[in-house]
């Protein structure tokens, strides 16, 4: 293996273990709210987290951030299990936020009776006015100074559902002039009157994120509670909450901050990836579409490609973006080692090799993959009428056309060199088939000075009598302009690319008869190509992963 230089949060636990932390204190989490489908993003947080329990030997729990019942469903958990599961990634136990919801109560019933947290019953917008600006100081409220006994009794008449949603709020009493604004009295409790897919309606008020998230942190004695810069700021704020509750006999977890991964030409927002679902601009989160996890599953990647791709964009405290061509980069280089190659046509015209005896067929051998000696070889039928593609053939061509034209020489891969001779065209002049005279002695393979003979190129093809027909689901990026979401005046639905999905009908070679959905091939010349899920018997669906960067040379 070869040695790679740290990361800073690495460097940091580097540090920590050398100035006296005990490397069996180390315990790492994935945070996830339940309320969508994991996506690339997300896999660059998982793949950091996972990554240090493997590289520490330290636990890692997978924890679900359930504090918002009006978002999260159990869909969402299951498939966020699923998606963890197939990123190649196992966690230690699987915990919930809302397994808290007692101790955050109490917990909070304590900050009370410490004089460190209030009920107001102002209006939210009365609250935000007193709240300031980042340039102006908050003032204090009028419910600031309540009692604690009338803390206590509004508290608990909070969480026994006697009051109507945005009447109370408990906040954190903290200081209205804090240059951080985040300091200013937060919230930490809002009455919701909610089912929980969890706790079902055991609870009328729900923890905010900044009061659930660092005591989580506490109670699984986390030691390194990493997130995003966005949360730069609420680091004070996660610091505060530890300070009321903390006993230093027990760990005292911190939090630490990364550059969130931003993929050009995508949106990665829960909230907007729901709406391209809610509105059936795609079809579903696994959408081949989509960059969620299930998305890039269906569409063809494979786990180690993703995994590749967390780790060449590393770990760092700098916002950035990262082409999209890098993921897919790391894609085909994974697929060139293991996918096998196979023959289809996807937009065919008909070729007749008239020297070839009509009753005739062969089944020829073809490598299934030269990346990979072990994968072996198959059968290939070949016949008199054939498939190749519409493009790879011209009546004249220019000189450097290294396919097929009338009088060239052009070889069909693992068969024979043709010569084109003539064409029959429709009325309308269109091209029907394409006439050629195929050299016997040219077989791939067999040794013979024919078959040696230098031609210009090589075509793939199928076997019309032999070939299995397909649906094939080609892709194109999902949005035409690589930053959708960063239009101060235009939403990001005014990006869509309109032609993002094209169906076409292809052939493929008699040995993908019996494919299984997820199994991943190379169409030569064309790329990479995945057994869609909607495939049935007698009904084969790819979806077109990515395309080839270089065609081969045979
Ligand atoms: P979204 O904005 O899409 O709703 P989120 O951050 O609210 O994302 P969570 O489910 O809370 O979604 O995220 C779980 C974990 O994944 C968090 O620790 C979060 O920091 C991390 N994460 C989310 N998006 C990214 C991203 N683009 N890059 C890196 N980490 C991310
Ligand atoms: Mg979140
Ligand atoms: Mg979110």
């Known amino acids: 293996t070869e040695e790679k230089s740290l990361h800073f949060i690495e460097q940091i636990i580097e540090d920590s273990l050398a100035s006296g932390f005990p490397q069996d204190k180390l315990r790492f989490r994935f945070p996830p709210e339940p309320n969508g489908y994991l996506h690339i993003g997300h896999a660059k947080s998982i793949c950091l987290n996972f990554g240090l329990g493997l590289k520490y030997n330290a636990p890692v729990n997978l924890r679900f951030d359930d504090t918002n019942p009006a978002k999260e469903?159990?869909?969402?958990?299951?498939a966020?299990?699923?998606?963890?599961?197939?990123?190649?990634?196992?966690?230690?136990?699987?915990?919930?936020?809302?397994?808290?919801?007692?101790?955050?109560?109490?917990?909070?019933?304590?900050m009370i009776k410490n004089g460190k947290a209030y009920i107001d019953s102002q209006s939210s917008e009365d609250m935000a006015i007193q709240k300031g600006t980042p340039t102006q100081p908050g003032v204090d409220g009028p419910n600031r100074n309540r009692s604690v006994e009338d803390n206590l009794t509004l508290f608990e008449g909070m969480k026994s559902g006697n009051f109507p949603e945005g009447s109370h709020v408990l906040r954190a009493k903290i200081d209205m002039k804090s240059t951080n604004m985040l300091m200013r009295d937060p919230l930490m409790y809002r009455i919701l009157h909610r089912h929980h897919h969890r706790t079902g309606n055991d609870w009328n008020?729900?923890?905010?994120?900044?009061?659930?998230?660092?005591?989580?942190?506490?109670?699984?004695?986390?030691?390194?509670?990493?997130c995003t810069l966005e949360f730069v700021m609420h680091r004070e704020l996660y610091n505060w909450f530890l300070d009321q509750i903390y006993d230093d006999l027990k760990v005292r977890p911190h939090q630490y901050e990364f550059a969130r991964l931003n993929l050009n030409y995508t949106v990665m927002s829960k909230r907007k990836l729901l709406q391209l679902v809610q509105e059936n601009i795609v079809n579903g989160w696994d959408d081949p579409r989509m960059p969620t996890i299930s998305g890039l599953r269906r569409r063809g990647f494979t786990a180690a490609s993703i995994r590749k791709f967390c780790d060449i964009i590393g770990v760092a405290k700098r916002e950035n973006v990262i082409d999209v061509s890098l993921l897919e980069f790391c894609l085909r280089e994974d697929l060139n080692k293991t996918a096998p190659r196979v023959m289809a046509?996807?937009?065919?015209?008909?070729?007749?090799?008239?020297?070839?005896?009509?009753?005739?067929?062969?089944?020829?051998?073809?490598?299934?993959?030269?990346?990979?000696?072990?994968?072996?070889?198959?059968?290939?039928?070949f016949s008199r009428e054939l498939y190749i593609e519409r493009e790879d053939f011209?009546?004249?061509?220019?000189?450097?056309?290294?396919?097929?034209?009338?009088?060239?020489?052009?070889r069909l891969k693992n068969a024979y060199i043709i010569k084109g001779e003539s064409v029959v065209k429709d009325v309308a002049g269109n091209i029907t088939e394409i006439h050629v005279t195929y050299d016997e002695?040219?077989?791939?393979?067999?040794?013979?000075?024919?078959?040696?003979?230098?031609?210009?190129?090589?075509?793939?093809?199928?076997?019309?009598?032999?070939?299995?027909?397909?649906?094939?689901?080609?892709?194109?990026?999902?949005?035409?302009d690589e930053a959708p979401d960063n239009h101060k005046e235009k939403n990001f639905l005014e990006f869509m690319n309109s032609s993002s999905l094209q169906i076409v009908k292809g052939f493929v070679e008699p040995s993908l008869s019996d494919?299984?959905?997820?199994?991943?091939?190379?169409?030569?010349?064309?790329?990479?190509?995945?057994v869609d899920k909607d495939s049935s018997e007698g009904k084969i669906v790819f979806n077109k992963t990515v395309g080839l960067k270089d065609a081969w040379e045979e």
Not at 360 to 379: C, H, I, P, T, V
Not at 462 to 478: F, G, K, W
């Open 80 to 110: 966020i299990k699923e998606d963890l599961k197939w990123l190649g990634f196992n966690w230690t136990e699987e915990l919930y936020s809302s397994d808290y919801f007692q101790q955050l109560y109490d917990w909070a019933v304590a």
């Open 73 to 78: 469903e159990q869909e969402y958990v299951d």
């Open 394 to 410: 011209l009546e004249e061509a220019p000189a450097k056309f290294f396919r097929l034209s009338l009088g060239r020489e052009v």
């Open 515 to 530: 494919v299984k959905a997820d199994e991943k091939f190379q169409f030569q010349r064309l790329g990479y190509f995945n």
């Open 441 to 480: 002695d040219s077989r791939s393979g067999s040794g013979s000075e024919a078959s040696q003979r230098k031609v210009a190129g090589t075509l793939h093809w199928v076997s019309i009598q032999h070939a299995l027909e397909t649906e094939v689901r080609l892709y194109d990026r999902l949005f035409i």
């Open 205 to 226: 008020i729900y923890p905010m994120y900044d009061y659930a998230h660092g005591e989580s942190d506490y109670i699984e004695q986390i030691s390194h509670s990493i």
């Open 345 to 381: 046509v996807l937009d065919p015209i008909k070729l007749i090799i008239t020297n070839y005896p009509e009753d005739k067929e062969e089944w020829l051998e073809a490598e299934n993959n030269q990346e990979d000696e072990s994968a072996g070889f198959r059968k290939v039928p």
